[in-house]
């Protein structure tokens, strides 16, 4: 059974995922209504996957006994300046939502909730690689910069991600 704490907790991180979830999908809004297609592909399979995570957590909560208790998601920005800009906000909200797991990873060792804390490691090894493919994606359009045919380059590569 879960702490009155941890359920909180995890109910707050339902909440963040599904914001992240929200975020993605207004940045691909924002990449299609600009012809980015590849950026939009690449963002909205984002979306589902952070989707997937809060549902992940929402199941966790029901398997421990606890209940769910879903909050309003505050609506995100709705625009950015480059592709650049756009996935340097990517980058700082995965490194944020990398210290929110870390938060719950030490709240459940404090209540030496084995189950918790063995449950959040998938969610510590996959913000590793949240953050690396992000941070991938802004090196290469930092490289770039705003050449043209850089840009439309890296659209097209990230048209071909593929779902999990």
Known sequence: ?????????????????????????????????ANFHGFGHWLRIQAEEEHGHAMKIFDFVL????????KPIQGPPTSWESPLAMFE?????????????????????????????????WFVD???????????????????GNVPGGIYWIDQELARRKKE
Do not use: C, P, W
């Not at 059974?1 to 907790?9: C, G, I, R, W």
């Not at 398997?63 to 879903?70: A, H, P, Q, Y």
């Open 63 to 70: 398997d421990r006994g606890g209940r769910v208790e879903l």
């Open 89 to 121: 906000a990517v980058l700082a909200h995965e490194q944020h939502v990398t210290r929110l797991i870390h938060q719950l990873v030490a709240q459940a060792r404090s209540e030496n909730d084995y189950a918790a804390e063995v449950f959040l490691q």
């Open 1 to 33: 059974m879960l702490s009155a704490k941890m359920q909180q907790a995890l109910n707050e991180q339902i909440n963040a995922e599904l914001y992240s979830s929200y975020l993605y999908l207004a940045m691909a809004a924002h990449s299609e209504a």
């Open 126 to 144: 996959e913000q590793v690689e949240e953050e690396k493919q992000s941070d991938q994606i802004v090196q290469k359009l930092r490289q770039v």
